[in-house]
């Protein structure tokens, strides 16, 4: 498979979780402003630039494909109409089935009392707004509870699509960290999912999860690059 067919597959996962998890996308000539009513972050509220920049671009953080500019013409025209490069990418990563997972004697420790349960909704999400507001009639997802005993330690949502997953929401909680729930989680879901070709993305600031996933046989395929306007603008709307 192509490169360029996958990185056309795992942002199309990335489109319809964030319709799912309630932002608004909008198409223009030059990219996709995105922006969501229930999270002010900029992961939610940004426009992606795919074209030439130009001066009607209102968002105050903009985000780019290293995909989409390999030449820099987008980063330059961007540094010219008043943005900065923030200093923190976005990483995408891709599991393959002929990648091989690392370390195997690190994946098949057992872990007493750990089980993966697929979820209804209504048990999975937690009581806050930026749950309460999704919509799981939005793509084919999968709501994943890891369960240890009978408190839940963990949960992700998988969305599918053709013989794409994208891993998204992957969380441990807090008391359970550090004890390699997470890597017993994503080790079982890659050796269920035969065939299939796994996404996921995190910040590159978040080394502990680029070192789980890369020891687990992601590899990087692309990356965001965010950019910000140089005045402080307080909204995203």
């Known amino acids: 498979m192509s490169n360029e067919s996958v990185l056309k597959n795992i942002y199309k996962l990335e489109e319809v979780w964030l319709k799912h998890i309630g932002c608004k996308l909008v198409k223009t000539s030059s990219g996709i402003a995105v922006s969501s009513l229930y999270n002010v972050s900029e992961d939610f509220n940004y426009f992606l630039l795919e074209h030439r920049p130009s001066e009607v671009v209102k968002y105050p953080v903009v985000k780019i494909r290293r995909s989409d500019d390999k030449t820099g013409v987008l980063s330059r025209g961007l540094i010219r109409i008043g943005f900065k490069k923030g200093d923190c990418d976005d990483v995408q990563l891709v599991y393959t089935p002929s990648c091989r997972l690392g370390h195997p004697a690190c994946h098949n420790v057992v872990m007493d009392g750990l089980r993966?349960?697929?979820?209804?909704?209504?048990?999975?999400?937690?009581?806050?707004?930026?749950?309460?507001?999704?919509?799981?009639?939005?793509?084919?997802?999968?709501?994943?509870?890891l369960l240890k005993g009978t408190t839940v330690a963990g949960r992700v949502n998988l969305l599918k699509r053709k013989r794409f997953i994208g891993i998204f929401d992957l969380f441990i909680a807090k008391e359970f960290r550090g004890a390699g729930?997470?890597?017993?989680?994503?080790?079982?879901?890659?050796?269920?999912?035969?065939?299939?070709?796994?996404?996921?993305?995190?910040?590159?600031t978040n080394t502990a999860a680029l070192g789980l996933?890369?020891?687990?046989?992601?590899?990087?395929v692309d990356r965001y690059l965010y950019f910000s306007k140089k005045e402080d603008v307080a909204s995203f709307h």
């Not at 993966?116 to 509870?145: C, H, M």
């Open 181 to 204: 729930l997470g890597r017993w989680l994503l080790s079982n879901l890659l050796r269920k999912g035969s065939g299939k070709t796994y996404f996921i993305q995190t910040w590159e």
């Open 213 to 220: 996933y890369k020891s687990l046989g992601f590899k990087q």
């Open 116 to 145: 993966i349960e697929e979820s209804e909704p209504q048990r999975w999400i937690e009581n806050n707004k930026y749950d309460l507001n999704r919509d799981f009639s939005v793509g084919a997802f999968t709501p994943i509870r």
